[in-house]
């Protein structure tokens, strides 16, 4: 199949509802959105972080409507739909950290697991939603160390509290479309990314937002699992995965409304070692060392096959993690000049759509 554009023209008016627009990948894909003439209406709760994305990026200029409230608040997020009446649903918002899982375990799955169910149930009560995309992760899968890349029919399942609630807002994405919302005309899917990476991103307890906060304060980096394997990939990536998976959803449902994996490349999955081996290389004076305290499991090898999205839904990763880094780099680079970052943002954003790939 050939490589497939994001289409511009699809998104001029539509109506999109984004939940968890304040965080690092909801704000990026508001800022993706707005810039192709869509109508974003966001509804998260208040930035997580300081400094954040959504602040830096000034993404609350960009949207429609900026809604502040949380997805375990049932009436709230019905008479946000209702008020907006979308034609596109992306559901992002999510506790999105594993180690915080341990510490909050009752938190998280009430955030993924209940926080998805009042999405489908507000979704339910719109007659204007003809698409549903639901955002996952690739750890919701049963991990068993394998080497080679999961594909989209793997069994869910997930040993933290984190990875199996994500698996559990999966199984709920299944049961939601198959019970009710097939029926009502309403196309379902749910995509699972890679560890994302990009320019904005602050959450602690991630490798680029450590290493970058380390750089910044000119302090050692401590790194958990050297050795564990991630399919890493820019946050455009997935993003791009989403808007096609959206359209085709909202065109053609009946044939699209199952789960995609959007992962990087087979060569881009390498080891936390490797990735902080090549950031260093770019700081001058930087050094890492190893947390010798016990750590709570997580997983060592994953990968994501993502054969599936190519071949029918025509996409595919156009940069190279070494580019990823790099962009990312650049994107904290500008920030710390005090340089414009919503144009920035852009500029990002239109130099990906303008890398040109082989089928």
């Not at 290389?281 to 190519?310: C, F, I, M, R, Y």
Request: charged fraction near 20%; charge should be negative.
């Amino acid at each position: 199949m050939e490589i497939m554009e994001v289409n511009h023209e699809f998104w001029r008016g539509k109506r999109v509802f984004l939940t968890g627009h304040t965080g690092f990948k909801g704000g990026w894909l508001s800022v993706w959105l707005q810039s192709m003439g869509a109508e974003v209406h966001g509804y998260s709760l208040d930035p997580p972080t300081e400094p954040n994305f959504f602040t830096v990026a000034k993404v609350c200029e960009v949207v429609k409507s900026n809604t502040i409230a949380d997805t375990r608040d049932a009436s709230a997020l019905v008479n946000a739909i209702q008020s907006v009446q979308p034609d596109i649903v992306f559901h992002l918002a999510a506790q999105p950290l594993v180690r915080y899982s341990y510490a909050e375990p009752k938190e998280t799955y009430e955030i993924n697991v209940m926080g998805t169910v009042n999405l489908f149930e507000a979704v339910r009560k719109s007659p204007s939603v003809r698409a549903v995309v639901n955002v996952t992760t690739d750890k919701c899968y049963e991990n068993r160390e394998w080497e080679r890349p999961y594909r989209e029919d793997e069994p869910m399942g997930g040993y933290d509290p984190y990875s199996s609630s994500k698996a559990c807002s999966e199984l709920i994405t299944s049961a939601y479309r198959r019970s009710f919302l097939q029926n009502l005309g309403i196309a379902v899917a749910s995509a699972r990314a890679g560890n994302v990476i990009g320019g904005g991103d602050w959450a602690p307890d991630r490798l680029i937002p450590d290493f970058l906060r380390a750089i910044d304060a000119g302090q050692v980096l401590i790194i958990r699992s050297p050795n564990a394997i991630r399919p890493w990939q820019h946050v455009l990536e997935p993003l791009s995965g989403y808007l096609v998976l959206a359209e085709n959803l909202f065109n053609d449902g009946i044939h699209f409304s199952e789960a995609w994996n959007f992962g990087s490349a087979n060569e881009d999955a390498r080891t936390v070692e490797w990735i902080v081996k090549y950031l260093i290389a770019s700081a001058p004076g930087a050094s890492w060392q190893l947390d010798t305290n016990v750590q709570p499991h997580e997983a060592n090898h994953l990968k994501l096959d993502s054969s599936k999205a190519q071949s029918r839904l025509g996409w595919k990763a156009r940069w190279k993690l070494q580019a990823a880094l790099e962009k990312t780099l650049e994107w904290h680079t500008y920030w710390r000049k005090g340089e414009n970052m919503y144009q920035h943002t852009l500029e990002q954003i239109s130099t990906y759509q303008t890398t040109k790939l082989v089928a």
